[in-house]
């Protein structure tokens, strides 16, 4: 598992899995990294960004992959317990 990737012992289970997004912690954005945010999405937005804007934006779209993340990781689960289900 990638270092900074947090995990946590699920009841009964004998490996650590991802913690879900929704209970991880994340460390504040450094500005330079806010500014280059602003930088991609001012362009398309109606106002002026802030860096709140910019942790917000950072927020989202890090949530949106570790959403689609676990989805595809549940997918694969899934297809090798039917592959398993099959071969037996």
């Known amino acids: 598992m ?3 990737t947090q995990t946590f ?3 009964g289970g004998s490996k650590p ?11 504040a954005p450094r500005a330079d990294f806010l500014d280059e945010t602003i930088a991609i999405w ?12 910019a942790r917000e934006i950072i927020e989202n779209v890090t949530g949106f992959f570790a959403v689609l ?7 694969r689960k899934a ?8 071969a037996a």
Do not use: F, I, M, N
């Open 2 to 4: 990638p270092s900074g």
């Open 9 to 11: 012992q699920p009841h």
């Open 17 to 27: 899995q991802p913690r879900p997004y929704s209970q991880r912690v994340v460390a």
């Open 42 to 53: 001012q362009p398309r937005a109606k106002r002026t960004l802030t860096r709140e804007d």
């Open 69 to 75: 993340r676990e989805w595809d990781r549940a997918e």
């Open 79 to 86: 297809r090798a317990s039917q592959s398993e289900d099959g």
